[in-house]
C-alpha cells in the first residue's frame, strides 16, 4: 500500500494520457457488456422456457392462425393436461417507438399455463372479470409510470385502431430470467371486436404434458391429427420454438462474439502501446529507482500495477455505465428483446476481463522495466 | 577486530586487481584496468580525470550498480561479486547513498516523495518515515519545499534535495558523480559545502567523481584515473 501513491501519483500527473487510456477501456467494456447482454437476453428466454409446456402453430408459418374450434381436440390429446391459447398483438404505445410484447390470451387458463406469471388474488380476480382489462409487468408499469386503473390506448398494427385497457393488475415474474416487459389482456376481448372473418381465430395453442417425456409423443400426436387438415399444424416444445424465434436473427452470438472480441483486442492493442511508452520515457526514473534498492520484482509490480489500475478503472466505469444505462432506462430494442438486463455474472466477466487486460496490458512493459540494465540506462542521459 | 563496516582495522572500501571491459559485438573495450584501491571509513575522497578515463564506471562498480570483469569489489564488509541482483538491490538500499549530476529526481513526486523514496524499502512506519523525511529536508536547509515538485526548485534547490535523498536512510557511504557539474559557482560551493558537512558532522564516507579541481579540494583526498588506471 505505501507504493500506491507512487503509482497513483504517474497517473494523475498524466492525466491526458490516464484520461483517454481509461476512458477506452470503459468504452470496450462497455461494448463487451452491452453486446453480451444481448445474447444473455436472447438466452434468457430460452432459460425461461418451461419443458413441459408445448407450442402448436400453423405447420406453414406463424403469420397463419389456427381456428378456435382446435382447443377441444387438443385437450383430448393423450398427454395433455391443460390447454390455453392467445394471439400476438403487436400494437404500440401512443409512440410507434414505445413496443413491447402485448398479447390477447384465454383468461382464466392462461394463468394454468404461466404459473411465473405473480399476481394479488384481488387483481387476478378484478382482471380475470373484465374482459377490456389487461395485466402488465412491473418493469414496464414502472417505465411508463402507469397505476392500476389507468385506461392504457394501445394502438394496434396487426389488428388496427386503438384498444383502451384498463390496467387491472401488476405482475411480477417468478424467475428472473422471465420478462416483465409484457400486457395481457382477454383474447375475447379481441375476438369479439373482430369482422366476422377474422373471428374465431387463434394465433398459437400452449399445451401443458404432464412431464418432459411426454413432450415428443404428445407432439407428434398432435400434429398426426391435423396431418391432412386443411390447416395442419407445428408442435414442438416452448424451448425450441424461442430458438426458432433467435435463428430467425441468424447467428446474433457468433457475430457479436467476433465483434466483441475484435473490440477488446483493438483496446488491449492500445493500452500495451500506451504503458510501453510511458514506461520507455521512464527509462532514467526506472534506473534511479533500481540504483535507490529497488528489486527487479518490486519494479515490475509497480509497472504492472500502473497498467492494472489503469484497466480496472476503465472496466469498473464501462460495466458501471452499461449497468446503470440498461437498468435506468429499461433499454428493450424496440421490444425485440423484453429481458434485456445486465446479469451480475455479465458484470463480474467485464471486471475480469478488465483484470485479464490490465495483466496483459502491463506484462511487456513491466517486465522490460525490470529487466533495464542500471549503469547504460543512467548513461543516455548523464 | 573488525565489524566490515571500515570501523576496525578493515577499509570500507577494498577494491583487488579490479578489471572493467565493455564489449560491443566482438570488440573488447578496456575501461578499468586493475584498479587496487582502499577507501577508510570516514573518509571524502574525490576521483578525478579526463572524460573515458573510467571514473563513473570505478564509482558504478563501488556503489554496487554494476560488476567488475576480473577482480574483486568489497564494501562494506561485503564481496559485491557474489551477491545476486536481488541481494545486490538490497545492498545498495542499506548501504550506499546517490547523488548524480543531473539530480535525477523523480518529476512527479514532491521534494517529500522523492526524498521518502528509500525508506519505502524498510520497515518504518509513515509517522517514522516522515519524521526522517522532515529531518533530511532540514539537514539540506529544505525544511517549508517538502510540497514543492522538481520542477519548481532551482537546479541548487534539486540537488539538495538529491542529497537528503541520499541521506535519508543513513547508507553507509555516500557516491557523488559530478555532484556540482551542472551547477553555477555559487550554487556549486553551497553543495560542497554541504557534502563537506555531512562528511565531518555526520561521519559519512563520500566518494566525489569532478572534473572541477575547486571542488575535488574539499576532499581529503583526490585521485587521478587515466585511461583506466589509478594514480595517486
Same mark, same amino acid.
Given at each position: 500500500?505505501?507504493f500506491?501513491?507512487?503509482?497513483?501519483s504517474?497517473?494523475?500527473?498524466?492525466?491526458?494520457?490516464t484520461?483517454?487510456?481509461?476512458?477506452?477501456?470503459?468504452?470496450?467494456?462497455?461494448?463487451?457488456?452491452?453486446?453480451?447482454?444481448?445474447?444473455?437476453?436472447?438466452d434468457a428466454?430460452?432459460?425461461?422456457?418451461?419443458?413441459t409446456?408445448?407450442? +402448436?402453430?400453423?405447420?406453414?408459418?406463424?403469420?397463419?392462425?389456427?381456428?378456435?374450434?382446435?382447443?377441444?381436440?387438443?385437450?383430448?390429446?393423450?398427454?395433455?393436461?391443460?390447454?390455453?391459447?392467445?394471439?400476438?398483438?403487436g400494437?404500440?404505445?401512443?409512440?410507434?417507438k414505445?413496443?413491447?410484447?402485448?398479447?390477447?390470451?384465454?383468461?382464466?387458463?392462461?394463468f394454468?399455463?404461466?404459473?411465473?406469471?405473480l399476481?394479488?388474488?384481488?387483481?387476478?380476480?378484478?382482471?380475470?372479470?373484465?374482459?377490456?382489462s389487461?395485466?402488465?409487468?412491473e418493469?414496464?408499469?414502472?417505465?411508463?409510470?402507469?397505476?392500476?386503473?389507468d385506461?392504457?390506448?394501445?394502438?394496434g398494427?396487426?389488428?388496427?385502431?386503438?384498444?383502451?385497457l384498463?390496467?387491472?393488475?401488476?405482475?411480477?415474474?417468478?424467475?428472473?430470467?422471465?420478462?416483465e416487459?409484457?400486457?395481457?389482456?382477454?383474447?375475447?376481448?379481441? *375476438?369479439?371486436?373482430?369482422?366476422?372473418g377474422?373471428?374465431?381465430l387463434?394465433g398459437?395453442?400452449?399445451?401443458?404434458?404432464?412431464?418432459?417425456?411426454?413432450?415428443?409423443t404428445?407432439s407428434?400426436?398432435v400434429?398426426?391429427?391435423?396431418?391432412n387438415s386443411?390447416?395442419?399444424t407445428?408442435?414442438?416444445?416452448?424451448?425450441?420454438?424461442?430458438?426458432?424465434f433467435?435463428?430467425?436473427?441468424g447467428?446474433?452470438s457468433?457475430?457479436?462474439?467476433?465483434?466483441?472480441?475484435?473490440?477488446?483486442?483493438?483496446?488491449?492493442?492500445? !493500452?500495451? *502501446?500506451?504503458?510501453?511508452?510511458?514506461?520507455?520515457e521512464r527509462?532514467?526514473e526506472?534506473?534511479?529507482?533500481?540504483?535507490?534498492?529497488?528489486?527487479?520484482?518490486?519494479?515490475?509490480?509497480?509497472v504492472?500495477?500502473?497498467?492494472?489500475?489503469?484497466?480496472?478503472?476503465?472496466?469498473?466505469?464501462?460495466?458501471?455505465?452499461?449497468?446503470?444505462?440498461?437498468?435506468?432506462?429499461?433499454?428493450?430494442?424496440?421490444?425485440?428483446?423484453?429481458?434485456?438486463?445486465?446479469?451480475?455474472? !455479465?458484470?463480474?466477466?467485464?471486471?475480469?476481463?478488465?483484470?485479464?487486460?490490465?495483466?496483459?496490458?502491463?506484462?511487456?512493459?513491466?517486465?522490460?522495466?525490470?529487466?533495464l540494465?542500471?549503469?547504460?540506462?543512467?548513461?543516455?542521459?548523464? | 577486530m573488525?565489524?566490515?563496516?571500515g570501523?576496525?582495522?578493515?577499509?570500507?572500501?577494498?577494491?583487488r586487481?579490479?578489471?572493467?571491459?565493455?564489449?560491443?559485438?566482438?570488440?573488447?573495450?578496456? +575501461?578499468?584496468?586493475?584498479?587496487?584501491?582502499?577507501?577508510?571509513?570516514?573518509?571524502?575522497?574525490?576521483?578525478?580525470?579526463?572524460?573515458?578515463?573510467?571514473?563513473?564506471?570505478?564509482?558504478?562498480?563501488?556503489?554496487g550498480?554494476d560488476?567488475?570483469?576480473?577482480?574483486?569489489?568489497?564494501?562494506?564488509?561485503?564481496?559485491l *561479486?557474489a551477491?545476486n541482483?536481488?541481494?545486490?538491490?538490497?545492498?545498495?538500499a542499506?548501504?550506499?547513498g546517490?547523488?548524480?549530476q543531473?539530480?535525477?529526481?523523480?518529476?512527479?513526486?514532491?521534494?517529500?516523495? *522523492?526524498?521518502?523514496?528509500?525508506?519505502?524499502l524498510?520497515r518504518?512506519?509513515?509517522?517514522?518515515?516522515?519524521?526522517?523525511?522532515?529531518?533530511? /529536508?532540514?539537514?539540506?536547509?529544505?525544511?517549508?519545499r517538502?510540497?514543492h515538485?522538481p520542477?519548481?526548485?532551482?537546479?541548487?534547490?534539486?540537488?539538495?534535495?538529491a542529497?537528503?535523498?541520499?541521506?535519508?536512510?543513513?547508507?553507509? /557511504?555516500? +557516491?557523488a558523480?559530478?555532484?556540482?557539474g551542472?551547477?553555477?559557482?555559487?550554487n556549486?560551493?553551497?553543495i560542497?559545502?554541504?557534502?563537506?558537512?555531512?562528511?565531518q558532522?555526520l561521519?559519512?564516507?563520500?566518494?566525489?567523481?569532478?572534473?572541477?579541481?575547486?571542488?575535488?579540494?574539499?576532499a581529503?583526498?583526490?585521485?587521478h584515473?587515466?585511461?583506466?588506471?589509478?594514480?595517486?
Amino acid at each position: 500500500m505505501k507504493f500506491l501513491g507512487y503509482v497513483l501519483s504517474h497517473l494523475w500527473h498524466s492525466k491526458r494520457r490516464t484520461f483517454l487510456t481509461v476512458s477506452s477501456i470503459a468504452v470496450a467494456l462497455f461494448l463487451f457488456c452491452t453486446l453480451r447482454t444481448v445474447m444473455t437476453s436472447l438466452d434468457a428466454s430460452l432459460r425461461a422456457s418451461d419443458e413441459t409446456r408445448l407450442v +402448436v402453430r400453423h405447420a406453414a408459418s406463424l403469420v397463419f392462425p389456427l381456428p378456435l374450434a382446435y382447443k377441444a381436440r387438443l385437450a383430448q390429446v393423450p398427454g395433455v393436461v391443460n390447454v390455453s391459447f392467445g394471439n400476438w398483438f403487436g400494437g404500440y404505445y401512443q409512440d410507434p417507438k414505445n413496443q413491447f410484447t402485448q398479447f390477447a390470451v384465454e383468461v382464466p387458463s392462461v394463468f394454468d399455463l404461466y404459473p411465473e406469471i405473480l399476481l394479488g388474488p384481488a387483481e387476478k380476480e378484478a382482471f380475470i372479470r373484465e374482459r377490456t382489462s389487461c395485466i402488465a409487468g412491473e418493469a414496464l408499469v414502472k417505465k411508463y409510470g402507469w397505476k392500476v386503473g389507468d385506461v392504457i390506448p394501445i394502438t394496434g398494427t396487426i389488428y388496427p385502431g386503438s384498444w383502451p385497457l384498463t390496467l387491472r393488475g401488476i405482475y411480477r415474474a417468478a424467475t428472473p430470467d422471465a420478462s416483465e416487459d409484457a400486457i395481457f389482456f382477454h383474447w375475447d376481448f379481441l *375476438n369479439e371486436s373482430m369482422p366476422e372473418g377474422r373471428k374465431n381465430l387463434v394465433g398459437i395453442y400452449w399445451l401443458k404434458v404432464a412431464s418432459p417425456s411426454d413432450a415428443p409423443t404428445v407432439s407428434a400426436a398432435v400434429d398426426q391429427v391435423y396431418e391432412n387438415s386443411p390447416v395442419p399444424t407445428k408442435t414442438e416444445t416452448e424451448k425450441a420454438f424461442q430458438a426458432g424465434f433467435i435463428q430467425m436473427m441468424g447467428n446474433v452470438s457468433t457475430l457479436l462474439s467476433i465483434l466483441g472480441s475484435a473490440i477488446i483486442f483493438a483496446i488491449l492493442l492500445v !493500452t500495451v *502501446n500506451t504503458m510501453m511508452m510511458a514506461a520507455r520515457e521512464r527509462t532514467t526514473e526506472i534506473a534511479v529507482l533500481k540504483t535507490l534498492g529497488f528489486r527487479d520484482g518490486l519494479v515490475l509490480q509497480l509497472v504492472a500495477a500502473e497498467a492494472m489500475l489503469l484497466s480496472l478503472a476503465g472496466g469498473i466505469i464501462g460495466c458501471g455505465l452499461a449497468y446503470l444505462a440498461f437498468h435506468r432506462v429499461n433499454f428493450t430494442a424496440g421490444g425485440m428483446i423484453p429481458n434485456f438486463r445486465v446479469l451480475p455474472e !455479465t458484470l463480474v466477466l467485464g471486471i475480469l476481463l478488465a483484470v485479464a487486460m490490465g495483466l496483459l496490458s502491463g506484462l511487456v512493459p513491466a517486465f522490460s522495466a525490470a529487466r533495464l540494465p542500471i549503469s547504460s540506462s543512467l548513461r543516455k542521459v548523464a | 577486530m573488525t565489524d566490515g563496516l571500515g570501523n576496525g582495522g578493515e577499509p570500507l572500501i577494498s577494491l583487488r586487481d579490479v578489471t572493467k571491459e565493455y564489449r560491443r559485438n566482438a570488440i573488447v573495450v578496456p +575501461v578499468l584496468a586493475g584498479i587496487t584501491l582502499d577507501v577508510k571509513r570516514g573518509e571524502f575522497l574525490a576521483l578525478m580525470g579526463p572524460s573515458g578515463s573510467g571514473k563513473s564506471t570505478l564509482l558504478n562498480l563501488i556503489g554496487g550498480i554494476d560488476r567488475p570483469t576480473k577482480g574483486e569489489v568489497r564494501v562494506a564488509g561485503e564481496t559485491l *561479486n557474489a551477491l545476486n541482483a536481488s541481494k545486490l538491490a538490497a545492498w545498495r538500499a542499506r548501504h550506499v547513498g546517490f547523488i548524480f549530476q543531473l539530480y535525477n529526481l523523480i518529476p512527479v513526486l514532491t521534494a517529500f516523495r *522523492n526524498v521518502e523514496l528509500p525508506l519505502l524499502l524498510t520497515r518504518l512506519s509513515a509517522s517514522e518515515r516522515k519524521k526522517r523525511v522532515d529531518l533530511a /529536508l532540514s539537514l539540506v536547509g529544505l525544511e517549508g519545499r517538502d510540497h514543492h515538485y522538481p520542477r519548481q526548485l532551482s537546479g541548487g534547490e534539486e540537488q539538495r534535495v538529491a542529497i537528503a535523498r541520499a541521506v535519508v536512510a543513513d547508507p553507509t /557511504l555516500l +557516491v557523488a558523480d559530478e555532484p556540482t557539474g551542472d551547477l553555477d559557482s555559487k550554487n556549486a560551493e553551497e553543495i560542497l559545502v554541504l557534502l563537506r558537512r555531512l562528511n565531518q558532522e555526520l561521519g559519512k564516507t563520500i566518494l566525489m567523481v569532478t572534473h572541477d579541481p575547486h571542488a575535488a579540494e574539499t576532499a581529503d583526498k583526490t585521485l587521478h584515473l587515466d585511461k583506466g588506471v589509478l594514480r595517486p
